[in-house]
């Protein structure tokens, strides 16, 4: 099974630099993960990630591992569970997973969470042609997306 090793990136070119790269590298189609989270909690506890996606030909999200929770299940905006054939990721389509969004829930937690941690995942992705790639992130713990943060800090900071 092909992997790609994607790590989390603060700005949008970089991982999509990256991305093209890699994929050129591998003569797939482009798999862009942008600014992966997750949120801090307690041991035992459950939690959730975000990140963007996108895919240059289509795919599907099929599955996501993490030796950090017992499971981790990608949730609706209302926190049920995706159909059986996992979630889809048009071509040419970012898809934000977001809080109040589609996540990733990830629960029980094998240890605490806390900011500024790493949490490492595969995420299991099937192509148009049927293909399974499996691509390895790592998300930050933080309160907030890198996104968040940035525009926070701009508007405090102006120059």
């Known amino acids: 099974m092909p992997r790609m090793i994607v790590r ?26 942008t600014e992966p989270w997750v ?8 939690t959730e990630a975000f990140m963007e996606l996108a895919s240059s030909e289509g795919a599907t999200l099929v599955e996501v ?10 949730v609706d905006a209302r926190g049920q569970p995706l159909a059986k054939d996992g979630m889809p990721l048009p071509a040419g389509t970012r898809v934000l997973l977001a809080p109040g969004a ?18 490492p995942m595969t995420l299991v992705i099937r192509g148009p042609d049927g293909a399974v ?12 997306s890198p996104t968040d ?7 405090a900071h102006p120059h």
């Open 39 to 46: 949120r801090p909690a307690a041991a035992s506890a459950a």
């Open 65 to 74: 591992r993490t030796p950090a929770a017992g499971r981790a299940a990608i």
């Open 102 to 119: 589609m996540r990733i829930l990830l629960k029980p937690l094998a240890r605490p969470l806390r900011p500024g941690d790493r949490v």
């Open 8 to 33: 989390a990136c603060r700005w949008r070119k970089p991982c999509a630099a990256l991305a093209f790269a890699l994929a050129a590298a591998h003569a797939h189609a482009v798999f862009v993960v």
């Open 149 to 155: 943060d940035h525009r926070g800090h701009a508007h």
């Open 133 to 144: 790639q499996e691509i390895d992130i790592d998300a930050e713990v933080r309160q907030r």
